[in-house]
């Protein structure tokens, strides 16, 4: 019952943010230039501007953006947070010496590793690899998931089968084990590597979510008008299928990418990630786990970047969410 | 304040009384007013229908007495809701709920989704005395039976435990009725309860909920778009326009003398089954965008009679006469000019 | 009218949805026969109107006659051609003249396309028809025929009201000069007070584009207000056809009957005058209709014949003689006149 009255007030709202244009139309049909009351008609506002125009307005949605940015442009110019290599250590300096707490964004910031090395410049420059992977393996789940799903979608029938099926079998695939199987058959992993890796497991959901939804809008009046029209499937699959279906899409893999992040940085704790020289964040939370008992510190900061950058990127998919949901519109 | 208060008729007071309500939505362009001083009564055995189209509030209204109006967006502004003389608005929450869930009855719409599509309909009768009466899960269930019964849905027995699926439109919509009998409220809000339903089963549907509140002298509240569907059964009528009532007056009044141009327009506009007819009659433009309602008489923008005043004073629900001055009883227009629309 | 050649010609349409079981091997176990032997005409310049419950197949029809689905049996013919065996070029050229209007304007609508590409998109797919640099202009003056501003060009969907968007579709509609228009329930999601102003719109347009009507419905009183000629389905099959007058004011099947004295009429005398048939229980099942006459489960007049014989949409011959409008084709056995509108 709860169901059907949010229904019934949704519309009432609905109905009242609709802002009525002001054209008023005599019982002839011809407009009349009288304004059937109403704002001043305004903008043209696409689904997306309007999403746009609430996201601007979200405190979530402000803060994980800006973080977000924040890591980019770490990942892009980590030389810009830190004059120090993060490779360059000096063992000397004892990871046993107290970080220096108030001496911001110095190298001995955040205290040194095993190596003597500056764990604050290490965490900036594993950034790189944690994006890239992450989007990188967005994009390929995307584009491999998105087109699996709407053909399988779309055309149902015996293709539908068939792929349903290689989507199911996927799935039945442990994430982290399939990935530890596929990565540990190299010597060096790349970044690519391991991209490759998890863009090979990670593709099922996307294609299962795509598939809900090009089901769902293939039924629909608009499509059924495009194709009264003549439309082939081509038209109708860009123009109105695909613009349709994507909103889901992308909130999913937005919250899917810090799944990715998550991914990789457990594979490279277990070690068999990112190999060496490679930096990143699980590669060095791995190093620093002998030492916990002695120096916390060095597992610490790099793994509250971690949780921060994960949180981030939920944080935005949850908020974009609620601003694509066409329910509340 | 005991039960037994409650439920002691109160000479001269009605049963149900909405009194100046004001309800506003939060919406991007501003506060919309989607209730702007409604008031309207109901007595026991009583049944008014309350017509409008879509954004005229006439479902926030009920949505507000039924406390099932979503907050935020919507906020209550003013007003009164008296339950036998009581405000519920001034009640603790839990005073309410038992009014609500025990005094006042609602169906809805879309019977199927307002019903649990994994449960039975027999457990979700069956719930009704469970919750509020404390009865066994048999009792419940014979109780149920008896319900469906009453509902005249055919094999009440066997149906029983059945899923809502399984059940026709029309069916379903007597299972709503006979769910929100249960309790044997002393008001049913009904909000266009035979929209969803073939012509057909339209009919039987109003019939049956028209001998119920008889036989129950239950307060009906007839919420609708379409005149017609409740003109067999409702003793009076509300028109609603923009938030507001426009016009109230006996079935047959209505019909025959509308005293506002927009009740007037409606009545027009809709086609005949007996003869052809000409063009149709359209009022023309929109119902007003209730973020920005019209000043002065909320219809002014598509009214055929509007003059000046009715761009500055919003008209007040006056009391309608005959041509002579003499009473006609029931009848009230908001209209500045009342007197042309009905006897001009 | 019989002069005339007809536009479109539907013979013995048939439509089956097969139910199948299994997720593999895929075994049919039965058919929800949604259309079953339907035969109409349609002329040049008139309406039809199709009238029927839920579930009568009249938006099934509405799918086979835009080709949406496949029919199982039976031809559309327009202008003599089944439109089933034509090459995909003439399917399209075929496509252009007749079009399609939908029920519910909040979803027949794309919501991420602006209401210039939405009217625009007939000339994208038909680029004969409007040469590039003219489409906008005939986009705003689409808009202008079916009474919206032109300036409205570059808003969205969900920026206008229902009835505005219901004007959008018919613009669509309109914009490759079709000679067919079939109208799915085109009024049904709008308020009262916007309705008759879509309907003066549709029958302005109608004498301005010389256009033919399929008006499908279930709203009898406006279905009478627009057609011509009236087809009264039930369960797949026509129960009943003829000119508006002859439907309703010489009915002689009872589910017409009964529909008609079922309408609900806010007109206090006309309530009072008219007569009361209420039809016990709901309409059968598609997929498992009764034999004989499908109507029979619920009609007070239902013989032992009914269940046998299935009743043929025909002029009853006792009538066959008759003047006035009684002789009119009626699939009953037991068909005789009732005026159960006006009395």
């Known amino acids: 019952m709860p169901e059907a009255e949010a229904t019934?007030?949704?519309?009432?709202?609905?109905?009242?943010?609709?802002?009525?244009?002001?054209?008023?139309?005599?019982?002839?049909?011809?407009?009349?230039?009288?304004?059937?009351?109403?704002?001043?008609?305004?903008?043209?506002?696409?689904?997306?501007?309007?999403?746009?125009?609430?996201?601007?307005?979200?405190?979530?949605?402000?803060?994980?953006?800006?973080?977000?940015?924040?890591?980019?442009?770490?990942?892009?110019?980590?030389?810009?947070?830190?004059?120090?290599?993060?490779?360059?250590?000096?063992?000397?300096?004892?990871?046993?010496?107290?970080?220096?707490?108030?001496?911001?964004?110095?190298?001995?910031?955040?205290?040194?590793?095993?190596?003597?090395?500056?764990?604050?410049?290490?965490?900036?420059?594993?950034?790189?690899?944690?994006?890239?992977?992450?989007?990188?393996?967005?994009?390929?789940?995307?584009l491999l998931g998105g087109t699996i799903g709407m053909l399988a979608g779309y055309f149902g029938g015996w293709l539908d089968a068939l792929l349903s099926r290689i989507t199911d079998t996927f799935m039945g695939i442990p994430f982290l084990l399939g990935a530890m199987v596929f990565l540990v058959s190299f010597d060096t992993r790349t970044v690519w590597t391991v991209t490759v890796a998890l863009a090979l497991l990670g593709w099922t959901t996307i294609a299962r979510v795509m598939r809900g939804s090009v089901i769902a809008i293939k039924q629909s009046d608009y499509v059924m008008a495009a194709r009264s029209l003549g439309a082939g499937t081509g038209r109708i699959l860009l123009r109105h299928v695909l613009p349709n279906a994507a909103a889901p899409v992308i909130v999913v893999a937005m919250i899917a990418l810090g799944g990715y992040i998550t991914a990789e940085a457990v594979l490279s704790f277990l070690g068999i990630g990112l190999s060496d020289p490679a930096i990143s964040w699980g590669g060095d939370i791995n190093r620093a786990q002998k030492q916990i008992r002695v120096a916390p510190h060095v597992l610490l900061y790099p793994s509250i970047l971690l949780s921060i950058t994960i949180l981030s990127f939920l944080m935005l998919g949850d908020a974009v969410r609620d601003a694509l949901d066409p329910k509340l519109r | 304040?005991?039960?037994?208060?409650?439920?002691?008729?109160?000479?001269?007071?009605?049963?149900?009384?909405?009194?100046?309500?004001?309800?506003?939505?939060?919406?991007?362009?501003?506060?919309?007013?989607?209730?702007?001083?409604?008031?309207?009564?109901?007595?026991?055995?009583?049944?008014?229908?309350?017509?409008?189209?879509?954004?005229?509030?006439?479902?926030?209204?009920a949505q507000t007495i039924m406390g099932i109006l979503d907050m935020p967006p919507g906020r209550i502004t003013g007003g009164e809701i008296l339950f036998r003389g009581e405000d519920m608005l001034k009640m603790s929450e839990e005073e309410r709920q038992r009014i609500r869930g025990d005094k006042i009855a609602m169906i809805f719409q879309d019977a199927l989704s307002a019903l649990n599509p994994v449960l039975s309909v027999g457990y979700q009768l069956g719930e009704m005395f469970r919750v509020h009466r404390g009865m066994s899960r048999k009792e419940a269930k014979a109780k149920a039976v008896e319900l469906m019964d009453r509902v005249r849905i055919p094999a009440a027995k066997e149906r029983v435990n059945d899923y809502p699926h399984q059940f026709s439109g029309g069916m379903r919509q007597?299972?709503?009725?006979?769910?929100?009998?249960?309790?044997?409220?002393?008001?049913?809000?009904?909000?266009?309860?035979?929209?969803?339903?073939?012509?057909?089963?339209?009919?039987?549907?109003?019939?049956?909920?028209?001998?119920?509140?008889?036989?129950?002298?239950?307060?009906?509240?007839?919420?609708?778009?379409?005149?017609?569907?409740?003109?067999?059964?409702?003793?009076?009528?509300?028109?609603?326009?923009?938030?507001?009532?426009?016009?109230?007056?006996?079935?047959?009044?209505?019909?025959?003398?509308?005293?506002?141009?927009?009740?007037?327009?409606?009545?027009?506009?809709?086609?005949?089954?007996?003869?052809?007819?000409?063009?149709?009659?359209?009022?023309?433009?929109?119902?007003?965008?209730?973020?920005?309602?019209?000043?002065?008489?909320?219809?002014?923008?598509?009214?055929?009679?509007?003059?000046?005043?009715?761009?500055?004073?919003?008209?007040?629900?006056?009391?309608?006469?005959?041509?002579?001055?003499?009473?006609?009883?029931?009848?009230?227009?908001?209209?500045?000019?009342?007197?042309?629309?009905?006897?001009? | 009218m019989a002069d005339r050649e007809p536009i479109l010609e539907v013979a013995n349409l048939v439509k089956h949805f097969p139910l199948t079981q299994g997720i593999l091997f895929k075994r049919q176990i039965g058919a929800v026969k949604a259309v079953d032997d339907v035969s109409f005409e349609l002329?040049?310049?008139?309406?039809?109107?199709?009238?029927?419950?839920?579930?009568?197949?009249?938006?099934?029809?509405?799918?086979?006659?835009?080709?949406?689905?496949?029919?199982?049996?039976?031809?559309?013919?327009?202008?003599?051609?089944?439109?089933?065996?034509?090459?995909?070029?003439?399917?399209?050229?075929?496509?252009r003249n007749i079009q399609m209007v939908f029920q519910d304007p909040y979803t027949s609508l794309n919501p991420r396309m602006t209401v210039g590409d939405i009217i625009g998109e007939p000339f994208e797919i038909h680029p004969d028809v409007a040469p590039k640099g003219d489409r906008r202009k005939k986009v705003r003056e689409l808009l202008d025929v079916v009474g919206l501003n032109p300036e409205y060009i570059n808003r969205y969907p969900h920026q206008f009201s229902g009835g505005q968007r219901q004007r959008i579709g018919i613009a669509r509609g309109l914009a490759l000069n079709p000679e067919i228009i079939i109208c799915d329930e085109p009024v049904s999601a709008l308020d009262v007070s916007v309705q008759a102003q879509v309907i003066n719109l549709m029958e302005r347009l109608q004498d301005e584009f010389t256009l033919s009507y399929v008006f499908i419905a279930h709203d009898l009183s406006i279905v009478r207000h627009i057609s011509d000629r009236v087809g009264v389905m039930y369960l797949g099959k026509l129960a009943e056809l003829g000119t508006d007058g002859e439907i309703y004011d010489h009915p002689t099947h009872p589910y017409t009957q009964a529909l008609l004295s079922a309408v609900p009429q806010p007109d206090p005398e006309v309530r009072e005058s008219r007569e009361r048939i209420i039809l016990a229980g709901d309409v059968p099942s598609p997929a498992n209709p009764p034999s004989g006459c499908r109507f029979r489960t619920r009609c007070w007049k239902a013989e032992d014949r009914c269940a046998q014989e299935v009743p043929v949409l025909a002029i009853p011959e006792r009538f066959a003689k008759e003047k006035g409008g009684v002789a009119h084709p009626s699939a009953c056995h037991f068909a005789e006149e009732r005026d159960v509108v006006h009395v």
């Open chain 2, 174 to 344: 007597r299972i709503m009725i006979a769910m929100a009998l249960a309790l044997e409220p002393d008001v049913i809000i009904a909000d266009e309860p035979t929209t969803a339903l073939d012509v057909t089963v339209q009919a039987q549907v109003m019939d049956l909920l028209a001998e119920l509140q008889r036989d129950f002298e239950m307060g009906l509240i007839l919420i609708t778009h379409d005149l017609g569907v409740v003109a067999d059964v409702a003793d009076k009528i509300a028109v609603m326009y923009a938030g507001r009532i426009v016009e109230t007056a006996p079935v047959h009044e209505l019909y025959k003398r509308p005293a506002h141009p927009y009740t007037k327009g409606l009545l027009e506009s809709i086609p005949r089954l007996d003869h052809k007819g000409k063009e149709l009659y359209a009022i023309q433009g929109l119902p007003p965008s209730l973020t920005a309602i019209p000043q002065g008489c909320a219809f002014n923008p598509r009214c055929p009679m509007a003059q000046d005043v009715c761009f500055t004073d919003t008209p007040p629900l006056a009391e309608v006469l005959e041509q002579d001055g003499g009473p006609i009883g029931g009848r009230a227009s908001a209209c500045h000019f009342w007197k042309e629309t009905i006897h001009g």
């Open chain 3, 43 to 95: 002329y040049q310049g008139e309406t039809l109107g199709i009238v029927g419950e839920s579930g009568c197949g009249k938006s099934t029809v509405a799918k086979l006659l835009m080709n949406l689905e496949q029919p199982t049996s039976g031809t559309i013919k327009y202008k003599g051609d089944d439109i089933s065996k034509l090459s995909s070029r003439a399917l399209r050229a075929v496509r």
């Open chain 1, 8 to 142: 019934n007030v949704n519309k009432a709202v609905r109905a009242s943010e609709a802002p009525e244009p002001d054209t008023a139309v005599t019982e002839d049909g011809q407009p009349a230039e009288m304004a059937a009351s109403g704002p001043v008609p305004g903008k043209p506002r696409s689904l997306w501007s309007d999403a746009w125009h609430d996201l601007r307005r979200k405190p979530s949605f402000l803060i994980s953006a800006a973080i977000i940015l924040v890591l980019l442009v770490m990942a892009a110019w980590p030389g810009l947070f830190t004059s120090v290599s993060p490779r360059s250590g000096d063992l000397t300096t004892s990871y046993l010496q107290k970080p220096e707490l108030t001496h911001f964004f110095q190298p001995e910031w955040l205290g040194y590793n095993q190596q003597g090395q500056s764990i604050y410049a290490r965490m900036i420059y594993g950034t790189r690899a944690s994006i890239i992977i992450g989007v990188s393996v967005t994009v390929l789940v995307v």
């Open chain 2, 1 to 61: 304040m005991s039960i037994e208060m409650t439920k002691a008729e109160v000479p001269g007071v009605p049963l149900l009384e909405v009194r100046d309500l004001h309800v506003e939505f939060h919406t991007r362009e501003g506060a919309a007013k989607a209730v702007n001083g409604v008031s309207y009564t109901v007595d026991a055995g009583e049944t008014l229908a309350v017509l409008g189209e879509s954004g005229s509030g006439k479902s926030v209204t």
